[in-house]
């Protein structure tokens, strides 16, 4: 059954070339884009094998905190979607990726065998971390996104940047504070999380840094303790949220489909009540939608622009802060999520503190 909200549907763009001062123009706080030049040549693409990503979790501690889903279907990290169970590495990658030969001594019944996983790190493993920096595909990416100076020169204390409609100007000062404040709420392939304040050619102790190594040190998303690792099953579903920070989505392995709303459609999306602890997520269940009567519990969702992509292997997603999004793995799915926190100069979307 078609609905008023099928037909509205629009393609997120994909671009090649990317230099900084367009995607500062074009895409910064404004819209989602895709890049399909950068990730498509990462060392990651070549190497992470099912058994490659074994080896480097098994280096770590202990066993891995896994997330299972009541309906075995939606992960979002509250009490009445989720659970977090402890798993052997070994047990894990047999349940998500078959890598053995027998069947996994726990999967005991036609359900168990189909139950559906989600891992995410909440800091990059050390092996893998090496993987993704890189020195020159990491340096790709940084100057992608960021206007860099060259080697001695300084960046101006004072620069107009326009975000759509608004011009504002930023100040980029060699000694910006190192605070900040993240919050954790939802499971999510853009976890908010604290950063410290930088812009590129600083680090945090106002020293002038050059293109090249100690600007991929000191990049806010090529930390090691904040970027994240993702592996999970064939259709595991984060439902509609919205996330505090600028978030890129790098696909390593699979697809994962994915629909985004604007911020200023926010009144038509029926988040939770402000003050739940699920105040960024969506009552809507995107799935739903055909059921017969579903849609007329929700009426306003009409009105909202819908945009989508289905993201491949070798692509990298930018996501604005406060767009929402519903992600979807296509197919057994490795991902690493570069999150970077908003500074001063980032505008908050009205619609979002309604």
Known sequence: METCFDSKAKEISRQTDMISGRFDDLYKNQHPVILTDLVSKW???LSWTPKYLEN???MMDGLLKVYVSHDNQHFVNHPDVTELISMTTGDFF??????TSTA????????EGKKRFYLRTHSMPPMLYKDVVVPSQAEALIRSLYTLPSKGEMIPPEASVSHGNQDRETKQSASSECTSEGVDAVI??????????????????GKRLSPGGDLVENCPFFKENTMQLWIGTEGNVTPLHYDRNHGLLAQITGRKE???????DTRY???????SNRAHTSRVNLRQLNQEGYIDRFPKLCEAQRYRCILQPGELLYIPPFWWHDVTSLDNC???TLPWDLDDTDPIPPAILL
């Open 43 to 45: 060392q990651p693409m």
């Open 56 to 58: 480097a979790l098994n």
């Open 94 to 99: 047999e349940r998500v990726f078959g890598t």
């Open 104 to 111: 996994s001594a726990n999967a005991d019944s036609e359900l």
């Open 188 to 205: 999510t392939d853009n976890r908010p999380i604290s950063f410290n304040k930088m812009t590129a050619g600083d680090d945090c102790s």
């Open 258 to 264: 994915l629909i985004l709303f604007p911020p200023e």
């Open 269 to 275: 999306l029926y988040p939770y009540p402000s003050l």
């Open 334 to 336: 490795v991902s690493v």
